[in-house]
């Protein structure tokens, strides 16, 4: 289970920083993701981290949104700078399905999210 919160409204330009923090024991192995989606748009992969650490983000994203996680406090984040209006949307935290040590780990069920809209 994961519950995201730090969403809100903020102007053109601002910084939020969104948290998402699970339950269970298991946290610090799984693929994390960042995920948003807006108003009449298809969900879209924000910024994902792999338990070593690795990162990626989508383009839109790139050199404005950090994803990191604290496996000690089961609390994945994504820090937004120079938010832009296209970021409005809900925005959501997932875990990838992964196959460890003979074990199968799937995937998190999608949460409630939290809403971040940025003003122009």
């Known amino acids: 289970q994961f519950v995201e919160s730090g969403g809100g409204l903020v102007h053109a330009g601002g910084s939020l920083k969104l948290s998402c923090a699970a339950s269970?024991?298991?946290?610090?192995?799984?693929?994390m993701g960042w995920y948003r989606q807006a108003p009449g748009k298809e969900r879209e992969l924000v910024a994902q981290i792999l338990s070593s650490g690795s990162t990626g983000y989508a383009d839109s994203v790139k050199g404005r949104f950090t994803i990191s996680r604290d496996n000690a406090k089961n609390t994945l984040y994504l820090q937004m700078d120079s938010l832009k209006p296209e970021d409005t949307a809900i925005y959501y935290c997932?875990?990838?399905?992964?196959?460890?040590?003979?074990?199968?780990?799937?995937?998190?069920?999608w949460g409630q999210g939290t809403q971040v809209t940025v003003s122009s």
């Open positions: 269970g024991s298991v946290f610090s192995i799984y693929p």
């Open positions: 997932k875990a990838a399905p992964i196959l460890r040590d003979g074990t199968y780990y799937p995937a998190s069920d």
